[in-house]
């Protein structure tokens, strides 16, 4: 049972050991930094910066430890995200009190879903909730009767599924991939890869953007989204990428494209976040995690570079 | 007994539920384990308020807070009655009795818990209304406030609790909800009807405060 759960394979791993080594490698700078910043010039405000740092340690320890050790927490841990970024999307939203079972559908579906991802069966994972959802929430919604607004609420339940619940559910069948002669990292590089590219694009792009942005991409929706953020992150995503190219099965041009891809996504996913959360009115989801906002502030690009990574990968390799 | 089984249900059990499933962000009410005694008063949209304000707080206190709870409904029989009192530890109250203006005895539960050194918790809307409306006021507690005046009030807002299980659902649907603690107050005044008043606002400042 014990052995069926979790696996340890992953310390006689030493690909996956460097970048999980990278990534607290990295933490341990940053803290380090913010600390003797701290220190020598103590009129800097930088304490945002020291709790995103801290949330970023919890993160990566989370991230890590469920993910790497057991297949079976890997998904339950990846649908609970899901479930959580629902959650925050649908309660920012404003729905109408008749939506209720329309959203209990919504909720039912994510077990569902993972549940398609875990067993493997690719088919019905793939249209479980493009397809499938996609015609059940309106007959629900429908069989409620309040027609006021219905199409509001019949497009956004389903738009909303797609972006917490489709698009994070490829993270976790990443993990269902069959095995690859020759490729020892097997779905979890690949997850590894994923995680680790689409955090330190949305970190570089932050930093650069802080340190060097001045021309602005789009100041309606975004006023720190800039081209120098953009491209320095565009940049170095591809770079890093393909430093830690040894975690996916793709040859060196591919490993490039896929990188650029990633970072171009992610960037895509945080504007969107942005401007939804512009025309609600509000400047973070929650406030789930300090320094960062709320789960979605976090991972909105996640689910934009998921389902592109994924199906890039698929298209070439499986 | 009884107290072990309340820390256990509301400050393990239903904390976690109330945190991960639910989505409810709790506030710090630690200040409440310095508090003699207490009387919190917040608005009422769903039965999830009465757990999640007794999940809210600290754990040592737990068995000696009492939500006042309607009697007709949670103690619409006896293994209900029994079951109310021992897992909410509730304070059934009949409702219809405090407008017919009577006898005065609906209060009479209420006033005997404060005598023996309970705190309580009170929906003083008297009902679950709609989701995010607030209704005015009973003036019971006001009449219990200004005879005691020992006893602190704490104005609490919660927010969302309407959409996760509103009156009539039957099922809880996640939505995210707060909960946000106000300071303690004393009750100065002796007219009921003032008090209310002072409450309402200090429970509508605390709904601002979280939009």
Redesign the interface.
């Known amino acids: 049972m014990f052995e069926k759960v979790f696996q340890f394979e992953v310390f006689n791993n030493n690909d996956l050991l460097s970048v999980i080594g990278l990534i607290f490698g990295i933490l341990t700078f940053a803290s380090l930094l913010f600390f003797a910043i701290g220190k020598i010039k103590p009129d800097w405000n930088i304490s945002e910066l020291k709790s995103r740092t801290r949330s970023w340690w919890v993160m990566s320890f989370i991230f890590i430890t469920a993910t790497m050790f057991s297949n079976t927490i890997s998904y339950i841990a990846i649908a609970?995200l899901s479930?959580?970024a629902f959650?925050?999307l649908?309660?920012?939203l404003g729905f109408r009190?008749s939506d209720?079972?329309a959203?209990?559908w919504a909720?039912f579906s994510i077990p569902i879903q993972y549940f398609l991802a875990f067993i493997g069966w690719y088919g019905a994972f793939i249209i479980f909730i493009p397809v499938i959802m996609f015609l059940l929430i309106p007959l629900r919604l429908v069989l409620k009767g309040d027609t006021k607004g219905i199409i509001k609420s019949m497009s956004s339940i389903h738009w909303i599924l797609m972006l917490t619940v489709f698009g994070l559910s490829h993270m976790a069948y990443f993990l269902s991939l069959p095995e690859i002669p020759e490729f020892k990292n097997g779905g979890r590089g690949l997850l590894l890869f994923l995680v680790f590219l689409t955090e330190i694009n949305d970190v570089l792009q932050f930093t650069f953007g802080k340190i060097f942005g001045k021309r602005k991409i789009i100041p309606s929706i975004s006023p720190n989204k800039t081209w120098e953020g953009f491209i320095g992150g565009l940049i170095c995503t591809t770079i890093i990428g393909y430093l830690i190219s040894f975690l996916t099965p793709l040859s060196t041009f591919e490993v490039l494209f896929a990188s650029f891809m990633i970072a171009f996504a992610g960037f895509s996913g945080d504007l969107v976040m942005s401007s939804i959360k512009r025309d609600i009115g509000v400047k973070d989801t929650?406030?789930a995690i300090p320094g960062h906002g709320g789960i979605l502030d976090r991972i909105d690009s996640l689910s934009f570079t998921a389902p592109a990574f994924f199906h890039f990968i698929y298209y070439l390799s499986y | 007994m009884q107290k072990y089984i309340l820390r256990f249900i509301y400050s393990f059990i239903l904390r976690i539920f109330l945190k991960?499933i639910v989505?409810v962000?709790f506030d710090d009410a630690s200040f409440l384990e310095k508090e003699e005694q207490f009387v919190i008063l917040s608005n009422h949209n769903s039965h999830l308020d009465t757990l999640s304000i007794m999940a809210s707080l600290p754990s040592s206190i737990i068995h000696r807070v009492k939500p006042v709870a309607a009697g007709d409904y949670f103690g619409r029989n006896k293994i209900i009655s029994w079951f109310s009192r021992f897992f909410i530890n509730a304070i059934l109250l009949e409702r219809k009795g405090i407008t017919k203006k009577s006898s005065g005895s609906p209060l009479a539960a209420i006033e005997k818990a404060v005598d023996e050194g309970y705190s309580l918790i009170l929906f003083p809307e008297g009902t679950r209304g709609q989701?995010e409306k607030m209704k005015t006021l009973k003036r019971g507690i006001g009449i219990v406030l200004s005879k005691n005046k020992h006893v602190k009030y704490i104005p609490v807002y919660m927010d969302?609790m309407g959409?996760n299980l509103?009156k009539g659902?039957a099922?809880i649907?996640?939505?995210?909800a707060k909960i946000k603690y106000g300071t303690p107050k004393t009750v100065v005044s002796d007219d009921s009807k003032e008090i209310m008043t002072q409450i309402e606002n200090d429970i509508l400042t605390l709904k601002d405060e979280l939009h």
């Open positions: 609970f479930f959580v959650r925050e649908y309660s920012i009190d209720r079972y959203i209990l909720y929650s406030t | 991960l989505g962000k989701p969302g959409k509103p659902g099922l649907v996640p939505y995210n």
